[in-house]
């Protein structure tokens, strides 16, 4: 189809391909009703054979060519059956196309300038022509330019005008140019760029086409509309090597090397831990996520995708740089590590003898903080993890219970009270049954089997817990399912109480984090951990392998959009959707995670990431390893 100025436009079905068109143009209801493979004409093709005998090989072949033509050929199938041509886009079946060509170009760049345009979130087709030419042609035209330059200045010299700036620009850059031609330090090639855009619709190519020319335009690009062309263009941006549009810009060597499109993230740096290879170009990756602007990471793997066995790697790398590292634990997978490396390995069930009271204080004054209000905040939501949904009467009224329970310790806004002991769940249960009302009264039946029931003594007793070992395991496995959540909320309060008393390098690893995020509360308050982690120099890193829990809530997002490091590990193709839509990802990368081996994954570094396949040496690959076969061998051994 082509539209000329389009006015009008005729579609044409097309059974072959694209610029092989028919002699004779056929409507759609014509090739409907003829055969595909011409069968209807083999007789008559046969009967000349027979008639014509014997011919000569030049008729036996043209007879072969005409016999073909009725036949189904590779091209004919995968051929489109739609092509219409604007004079603004072309479209294909259903999809849309428009064509770019650069007519201006920035005069000074740096290496990977391109990048921008390579890495853009949509995808896109590039191509790149360049042509060498002819150093001894160019220099003729060189000196032939200069001298009209030069010629120029003299006259507006002489008449006393201002030189312009430009003219002066251009012999200055010409100049220099000539001088390493002459000398053989460059050669001059000419250079065509042009992009393709893809879209579903016109709505959406529109869309997309003034995105890339903001971004074109933010590199100083001038990109024009192939208008007219839109055909050439197309076939130009094909991988077929050839150059229809012919929109050619002059360059060399240098220049030309900065355009070099085959660059990758590097992520080697002078410090950091090794977490693996950059699949790309084969370079190490090693990093401090310490340096960038937080130290926070997500981990997102189906089961069995390495999330767990990546994560040992790291902790066992961070301790050798002096830092400190508490793992919240649901499933016993790093009780080895803990042994091997002379860490604490804290079995917190019913039977443990660890206990840690919620109510703790952290006893740090800052300035302009009011602990025991952020204390009484955060059991608000411990609380409501407890008892479920509170009205906001009963909202109120445990917020005036708490403030009470503190009271009667002697335990008020005064920093100088909040140094003695505090009190417990217990204390809280007494405070709500003295106060004879009906709501109060409900609230202490929520609390009951906490303080008398069947979970008494697990939450209500004084903590007698002492973080001092660099690694500290809290193993949550015992525990029941409808408790975890209570338990892993206790424990990174207790965690962030102790953080802040004393600022030192740290890693909080939160295992399985969808129970947080079942909880809006218990949520808020991971989130609330995030953003505020990096004042007391601490990195959290969250892991799930439920994606949809985590992303469909709000807090999950910020999670995501505080975490300057993030891994993504194979995906399952149910969640590989909505990853692409929060992480921008394109379809190349989409068919990378679904692919991906044991091990392997997108590794996002601030503005920079890359494929990486995460390795061990054979001891850390013992202790990191938690593959059932792997496990059961070590067992016979």
């Known amino acids: 189809m082509i539209s000329l100025f389009g006015k009008k436009k005729q579609t044409i079905q097309q059974p072959a391909a694209i610029g092989q068109p028919s002699s004779t143009p056929t409507t759609q209801t014509q090739l409907q009703q003829q055969p595909v493979g011409q069968a209807a004409q083999r007789p008559a093709i046969q009967q000349v054979v027979r008639q014509q005998a014997p011919i000569s090989q030049t008729q036996m072949y043209q007879t072969k060519q005409k016999f073909a033509k009725g036949l189904t050929s590779i091209r004919d199938i995968i051929a489109p059956s739609l092509v219409e041509v604007d004079f603004d886009n072309i479209r294909i079946n259903n999809n849309y196309y428009r064509t770019l060509f650069v007519a201006g170009y920035p005069r000074y760049v740096n290496a990977n300038w391109l990048h921008p345009l390579l890495s853009f979130d949509k995808s896109l087709f590039s191509s790149m022509y360049i042509y060498p030419t002819e150093s001894k042609v160019i220099l ?5 330019k200069i001298a009209e330059m030069e010629a120029t200045i003299q006259v507006d010299m002489k008449r006393g005008k201002v030189i312009d700036p430009s003219v002066q620009v251009a012999l200055d850059d010409a100049l220099a140019l000539q001088s390493q031609l002459a000398k053989g330090a460059e050669r001059f090639y000419q250079f065509s760029l042009y992009i393709s ?15 890339v020319e903001s971004t074109l335009g933010s590199l100083l690009i001038v990109p ?9 263009g197309f076939k130009s941006t094909l991988p077929l090597g050839f150059d229809k549009l012919d929109v050619t810009r002059n360059m060399d060597t240098t220049s030309l090397a900065t355009t070099f499109p085959f660059t990758t993230a590097s992520l080697t740096a002078n410090s950091g831990i090794l977490y693996g290879i950059n699949e790309h170009d084969g370079s190490l990756v090693i990093f401090d996520r310490f340096v960038l602007e937080n130290a926070n990471s997500v981990i997102f793997g189906k089961s069995g995708s390495g999330k767990s066995f990546m994560v040992k790697l790291e902790v066992m790398r961070t301790l050798m740089f002096g830092a400190e590292v508490f793992v919240i634990d649901p499933e016993g997978e790093y009780r080895d590590i803990t042994r091997v490396l002379g860490g604490d390995h804290i079995n917190f069930s019913f039977n443990s003898p660890v ?31 407890i008892m479920g949904d509170l009205t906001p009467g009963e909202d109120a009224l445990l917020d005036r219970a708490l403030v009470l329970t503190y009271k009667q310790k002697g335990i008020t806004p005064d920093p100088d009270s909040q140094k003695r002991e505090p009190p417990l769940i217990e204390d809280l249960y007494k405070v709500l049954m003295g106060m004879e ?18 979970l008494a003594g697990i939450f209500n007793q004084k903590s007698n817990l002492s973080l001092k070992n660099p690694l500290t395991v809290f193993d949550i496995k015992e525990l029941e399912a409808e408790l975890r959540p209570v338990a892993i909320f206790i424990i990174l309060d207790f965690i962030w109480t102790k953080i802040k008393r004393d600022v030192k390098k740290r890693l909080m690893i939160v295992d399985e984090a969808w ?40 807090h999950g997002k910020a999670i995501i959009t505080n975490s300057s490091l993030q891994i993504l590990l194979k995906q399952s193709p149910a969640a590989i959707d909505k990853l692409a839509e929060v992480f921008y990802l394109s379809s190349g990368e989409k068919h990378f995670l679904l692919s991906a ?33 792997d496990v059961v061998t070590e067992n016979k051994v």
């Open 597 to 629: 081996g044991v091990g392997e994954g997108l590794f996002f570094a601030g503005a920079s990431h890359a494929a990486v396949q995460f390795i061990a040496s054979q001891q850390e690959y013992q202790l990191a390893t938690s593959k059932p076969s």
């Open 224 to 232: 024009k509309h192939a208008t007219l062309s839109q055909e050439d």
């Open 140 to 144: 003729e035209d060189l000196k032939r």
């Open 355 to 385: 206990k840690i009271n919620p109510f703790d204080l952290s006893g740090i004054i800052e300035e302009g903080e009011n602990e025991l209000g952020l204390k009484i905040l955060s059991l608000h939501g411990l609380m409501r993890v």
């Open 515 to 554: 129970y947080l995020m079942k909880h809006p509360d218990s949520a808020t308050f991971l989130y609330g951990i995030a953003k505020r982690a990096r004042k007391y120099y601490l990195g959290v890193t969250t892991i799930t392998q439920d994606v949809e829990d985590f992303l469909s809530t709000d």
């Open 197 to 211: 855009i893809p879209a579903d619709s016109i709505e959406e190519l529109n869309r997309i086409s003034k995105e």
């Open 437 to 454: 009302e009906e709501n109060a009264i409900r609230l202490a039946e929520r609390l009951e089997k906490f303080v008398k029931g069947s």
